[in-house]
């Protein structure tokens, strides 16, 4: 198909523009609609012009593959392309079928009029990206909208069915039959009644509620802290009601230049390439054999077996769970109730939907009744004889093609593996509690894992609705092993004069979703404490404050048990700073003879943001991330750093690797300096010049 095909009908021209799969605006895609526009506008057979997508889409926006090329802005621009069509003499008709995305959604608000399928998506997403539409979406669309509901689509960025905008000027007719055709019907009745052209450009602005600017001004920089691009869409929307169509358009472009050139958009669209980067796994080839999951086995009911027996049946896939005695299974299934039941109490699910789900789920005792499904998960208990065993049943019983993954936190994959017959089916799949929420899942590649199995699981986190990053094997993987020496870090603080309810705070301010007291409360401190005590053995130049250790001793272990770093009331997941932990703090630092110091916000935020980009760096030498993009994802979907800032590796890159450095032979002056010696990696791409990312 040729970037836009031109037919006649009647007195109807039809522009079927295409650039599979979704009809991005490419700069060849844009020539070619200007060549058809002008031969349609020069046509004399012809009066009325209908543009339509081809295939599943009308048309998804910008091309990504020519962001940040000399081809995103090579004559025709969008704006350009959008000026032809406002100029025209001929009524140009949009015909909107499945999406109309950003810069989709803004030239079809440069034609004259709008028809739309039912449950076409609309959507103006820039602010996603820390953008705002810049080809005049944010001055067209209150004008056909009104400024409150044009609002809530710019500074949401979710898409509205055609449907619910129909009678406004956005949509002006719904098509239920056949598009096209029904485009070409509505065109053929403008010329017959002779309306006139319609520009939105030249429609009035209604603003139902004066004081609506100032006050969604003032919510979205309190819900948005550290991301200017919100609040200037209200800017934008509110320069649309105040001033003349070309002012606003020179306000939106310069507000859009600006954005487009601040931290906070290039770090949200390094998130959002790198998610898409991810998936791809150098050395992989594209063909290479998918193995179906249709079914699945989990062994283990406990709190890790059961989420991913959840995150399987929602995806619709079947799942038996396994357990070792019927108390255990029992135990597991009534949480597994509980859960959704919460979420149908909170009217998230249906009751119907829940019934469905769990009816995907069945229980066994037995390992032969696991032989068929397509891939067995282990997530028993964190034990490497108890893992083993358990591998060389599954290996045993497990149908000759089937994966075997497990889900260990912290144990050896490889030596996992090496318990079977078929170490290239093993794996690990490291899910992230709760599993049945946590978007992020670390598949682990072991040193005989497969390309098919590894692909096979990637596909499968997909099906899962996760985020599938691959991680080598070692201890923590990238997850957390990174996060033991932010927390190394955020201990060494309370040794040292700081509160957790400071740390915490100082952290959030800077943006993380959770500081790493509630985080570690959250998780359980009995699971660190039982790492570090490992770690006394095998690594005891690890060194750690003696802090958490205490707090275990008290049966602290968090949430679990209604109080850790902090306390909390029944019922209540918020913490409460609680006298007892000042205290134990206050009494170690006196049996340590620590005299305690005021600790500065700024310090507490680079001491534990930077512990995790030396250990990142660290990874990435060691090559158990593929990339620092790897890195930056596992910490965006699974540990709440902020998105606006990128993942660390990309902050790092943002601060200046030279400054990073500096900063940390500062702190090698200070307490337990000798965690500051700087990766290898990163001091050589500093004298390099480089980046990690
Ligand atoms: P858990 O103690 O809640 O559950 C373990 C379950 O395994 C128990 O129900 C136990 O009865 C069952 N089990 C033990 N031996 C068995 C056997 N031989 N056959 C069948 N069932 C057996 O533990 P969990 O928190 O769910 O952790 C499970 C695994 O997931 C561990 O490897 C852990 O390191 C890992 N993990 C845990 C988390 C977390 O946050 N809890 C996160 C990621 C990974």
Request: net charge neutral; with cysteine; glycine share 8%.
């Amino acid at each position: 198909m040729p970037p836009a095909d031109y037919s006649v009908r009647g007195s109807v021209a039809a522009i079927t523009f295409s650039n599979p799969p979704m009809n991005t605006m490419a700069h060849a895609l844009r020539v070619a609609l200007r060549e058809r526009l002008q031969q349609a506008f020069a046509d004399p057979a012809v009066r009325a012009v209908v543009l339509i997508g081809a295939g599943r889409a009308f048309c998804a926006g910008a091309e990504i593959r020519e962001f940040d090329s000399p081809l995103s802005v090579a004559s025709p621009n969008l704006r350009e392309l959008i000026a032809l069509i406002e100029s025209s003499a001929k009524p140009v008709v949009a015909a909107i079928h499945g999406f109309a995305m950003g810069g989709g959604l803004e030239f079809a608000m440069g034609c004259h009029y709008r028809v739309a399928a039912p449950a076409a998506q609309l959507a103006l997403p820039e602010v996603k990206l820390g953008l705002l539409p810049g080809a005049g979406g944010t001055q067209r669309l209150p004008r056909a909208l009104g400024a409150e509901r044009a609002l809530g689509m710019i500074v949401s960025g979710d898409p509205i069915e055609a449907r619910s905008a129909a009678g406004t000027a956005l949509v002006d007719a719904v098509v239920e039959g056949d598009l096209l055709d029904g485009a070409i019907a509505f065109a053929e009745a403008l010329l017959a009644q002779n309306r006139p052209l319609r520009r939105l450009r030249d429609l009035a602005v209604n603003v139902a509620n004066p004081g609506f600017f100032a006050r969604e001004r003032e919510r979205l920089a309190a819900a948005h802290r550290g991301l200017p691009a919100p609040v200037k869409c209200v800017d934008a929307v509110e320069a649309a009601a105040r001033l003349a169509f070309d002012e606003g358009v020179k306000f939106e472009r310069r507000c859009f230049d600006e954005l487009l050139a601040g931290g906070e958009s290039k770090a949200l669209r390094h998130a959002f390439f790198g998610e898409r980067a991810v998936t791809k796994i150098p050395g992989i080839p594209e063909d290479t054999r998918i193995r179906e999951i249709r079914s699945a086995a989990v062994v283990g009911a406990g709190t890790m077996g059961g989420g991913i027996a959840m995150a399987f049946a929602n995806a619709g896939i079947p799942v038996k769970l396994l357990e070792a005695n019927p108390e255990a299974l029992d135990k597991g299934m009534a949480a597994i109730r509980r859960n959704y039941a919460a979420t149908v109490a909170r009217g998230k699910l249906t009751q119907a939907e829940m019934d469905k789900r769990i009816a995907r789920i069945s229980t066994t005792l037995a390992y032969t009744a696991l032989r068929d499904a397509d891939i067995a998960i282990e997530a028993v208990f964190e034990d490497l004889q108890v893992k083993k065993q358990v591998f060389t049943v599954l290996d045993d019983v497990m149908k000759a093609d089937a994966i075997l993954a497990t889900n260990t936190s912290t144990l050896d994959v490889d030596a996992i593996a090496a318990s079977t017959t078929r170490p290239q089916a093993v794996i690990g799949t490291h899910f992230f509690s709760p599993a049945n929420v946590m978007r992020l899942l670390e598949i682990v590649r072991g040193a005989k894992t497969s390309n098919e199995t590894l692909a096979s699981v990637m596909k499968l986190a997909k099906m899962l609705g996760k985020t599938g990053v691959v991680s080598g094997v070692c201890d923590g993987f990238i997850g957390n092993r990174m996060v033991e020496r932010y927390l190394q870090q955020a201990f060494f603080l309370l040794d040292e004069g700081a509160l957790p309810q400071q740390v915490d705070r100082a952290l959030q301010d800077w943006g993380m979703a959770m500081g790493p007291f509630a985080m570690s409360d959250l998780a359980g401190n009995d699971i660190g404490w039982h790492i570090r005590k490992r770690r006394a053995i095998e690594r005891p130049e690890f060194a750690y404050s003696k802090i958490p250790d205490r707090l275990c001793e008290l049966g602290r272990f968090g949430q679990k048990t209604g109080s850790g770093f902090y306390r909390y009331e029944t019922g209540s997941r918020a913490p409460v700073p609680d006298p007892v932990v000042d205290k134990l703090i206050e009494d170690y630092r006196a049996e340590a003879r620590i005299t305690p110091r005021t600790i500065a916000d700024g310090e507490i935020v680079e001491r534990c943001i930077f512990a995790l980009i030396n250990e990142g760096a660290r990874i990435l030498e060691e090559g158990i991330a593929l990339r620092a993009v790897d890195i930056d994802i596992v910490y965006l979907a699974g540990y709440g750093f902020p998105r606006y800032r990128g993942g660390p590796m990309f902050f790092a890159d943002t601060v200046g690797l030279g400054n990073v450095i500096a900063a940390m032979e500062k702190y090698r002056k200070g307490y337990h300096g000798e965690c500051w010696t700087p990766a290898t990696l990163l001091a050589k791409l500093c004298a390099e010049d480089k980046a990690f990312t």
